[in-house]
């Protein structure tokens, strides 16, 4: 069965760390990986890669796939409050979820 | 910006009730999904819809369970007989293309069931 995986579960820091959240997967028609973020309702979009070794960037977000790895990470650098939220990765083709990342970060 | 909308936002319903959940995916997109989000628990996949057929299923989306694309635009989840775990945020996602964009959700509607 096709999987991702996501770690870790649950991540508390504060105001001005950097976090990287971490998902691998196992899936048999790899095309892309897509990061979400949910906070109070539906997730909301924040990067698809298809390639590997080429970071995507956002503000403070960036992110990278690593196809040799099977997985990719995300970063979030000087973190704020408002970045306080769960962070889904998925695998198109699939479509299934990872558990997701809970990401506190205090004031 | 287009965007995936769905109605109602909270639907409350008693066991045993039959409920549709309403879905207007972004107009020119070709894949439909419903996913499920029990309280605290992950995003989990319900089905996939493509050229107006189901294209995958999960072992949640049982019997009691169908989606219909009644027109060109609407897409419905339907629980023909509501149990209690059936609890949870019903999200309706769409994409343009299968591998090379995002998916989109609504914004979901919350099903409680008594």
């Known amino acids: 069965e096709d999987k991702v995986v996501q770690s870790p579960l649950s991540l508390v820091v504060h105001e001005g760390d950097t976090v990287t959240l971490n998902c691998s997967y196992e899936?048999?028609?790899?095309?892309?990986l897509l990061w979400y973020k949910q906070e109070k309702k539906a997730p909301t979009f924040l990067f698809m890669l298809t390639s590997s070794g080429i970071e995507k960037k956002s503000g403070r977000l960036s992110s990278i796939l690593d196809k040799k790895e099977l997985s990719s990470i995300l970063n979030i650098t000087a973190t704020q409050t408002g970045d306080s939220a769960i962070y889904l990765c998925a695998v198109t083709g699939d479509m299934r979820f990872g558990a997701g990342t809970r990401l506190t970060v205090k004031p | 910006e287009p965007e995936v909308t769905q109605t109602p936002s909270h639907q409350v319903t008693q066991m045993g009730q039959e409920v549709i959940l309403r879905c207007v995916p972004i107009s020119n997109h070709l894949y439909f999904y419903w996913y499920r989000q029990i309280l605290g628990q992950k995003v989990e996949f319900l089905v996939s819809f493509y050229n107006n057929e189901i294209s995958e299923k999960s072992e949640i989306f049982d019997d009691q369970f169908s989606v219909e694309r009644p027109d060109g635009s609407n897409f419905t989840l339907k629980i023909r007989s509501t149990k209690l775990e059936d609890s949870a945020m019903y999200f309706c996602?769409?994409?343009?293309?299968?591998?090379?964009?995002?998916?989109?959700f609504g914004n979901g509607t919350r099903l409680t069931v008594t």
């Open positions: 899936v048999t028609n790899f095309r892309s």
């Open positions: 996602a769409s994409m343009l293309t299968l591998y090379n964009s995002p998916l989109h």
